[in-house]
């Protein structure tokens, strides 16, 4: 499947089934595609802890609770930990030595690219290093990261939803990681119990409204034509709701038990 089409038909997936377990390669593939994202200075502080519902102990299943992620929490058979540790960037100065002794940074007779590292860039960055820990770049990096995971996932088959917490702090004293540690999300694991269509192509903003072209007050020009090649290519799929949303919502809701709306 081509790039585009894997981008139009990923979708958030809530409803996973909860007796098929996910084999553990899946899961190091999603990793291992984390693990190669880009991250400014190279630092790679993006973690993730990996419950597996089947072999987790009682204490770090119970770590996980908190009151915006309920149900799908409890119905997917692994919930990936994703959190940042800003110890990482302590080590930011050997990340940049690294990425110029491999001619990945500057060019010019190693010697001298050396010199000039340890004479301009370290010392900035060195000034900075507390405030390149506050959220921001290391956040933005850790995206990048589980974005390739989640496409992974896809190819794999496997349903994934984020699930954003405001209680990253509890989370991660129930868990045992230490202070440096920030939990980001977590991210739900499982083979889809919804059509891979979920309802449909979910809402965006308009195009106009998100993008502009050399000026702030000029939205960037959107070509019909680009539109229409993404649409043959699939990229762009049949908006939400699709017409049998409402009856697979239900089928849902009772073939796994679900109370309530859903919504918590
Ligand atoms: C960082 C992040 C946090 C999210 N948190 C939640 C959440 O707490 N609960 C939930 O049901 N969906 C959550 N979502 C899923 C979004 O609601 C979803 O991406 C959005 O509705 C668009 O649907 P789509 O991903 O299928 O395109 C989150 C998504 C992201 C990227």
Not at 37 to 51: E, F, I, T
Not at 94 to 113: H, K, N
Request: hydrophobic share 40%.
């Amino acid at each position: 499947m081509e790039l585009r089409e894997v981008i139009g038909r990923r979708r958030s997936i809530r409803f996973v089934r909860p007796y098929v377990p996910v084999e553990r390669w899946k899961i190091q593939t999603m990793l291992e595609a984390a693990r190669i994202a880009s991250h400014w200075g190279n630092v790679q502080s993006l973690r993730a802890l990996v419950v597996f519902r089947e072999s987790a102990s009682e204490t770090v299943l119970k770590a996980l609770e908190a009151p915006i992620v309920g149900w799908q929490l409890r119905i997917a058979p692994v919930v990936i930990v994703w959190y940042l540790d800003t110890a990482a960037v302590d080590e930011q100065s050997d990340r940049l030595r690294q990425l110029l002794d491999v001619g990945a940074l500057g060019f010019g007779p190693p010697e001298e690219r050396r010199a000039a590292l340890e004479r301009q860039l370290i010392p900035i960055f060195d000034s900075i290093r507390e405030s390149l820990k506050q959220p921001g770049l290391n956040e933005i990096d850790c995206g990048q990261g589980i974005a390739q995971a989640t496409l992974m996932a896809f190819e794999l088959g496997l349903g994934t939803c984020c699930l954003g917490t405001p209680n990253g702090d509890d989370i991660r004293r129930g868990l045992g990681m230490p202070e440096t540690c920030r939990v980001i999300l977590l991210q739900t694991v499982g083979y889809p119990a919804e059509h891979w269509e979920a309802g449909g192509q979910r809402p965006r903003q308009p195009f106009e409204r998100l993008f502009q072209m050399d000026r702030y007050d000029q939205p960037f020009p959107r070509d019909p034509a680009v539109v229409e090649e993404l649409r043959r290519d699939k990229m762009f799929t049949a908006p939400a709701p699709l017409p049998y949303r409402e009856a697979e919502l239900r089928f849902l809701r009772d073939a796994l038990g679900l109370k309530g709306t859903g919504l918590l």
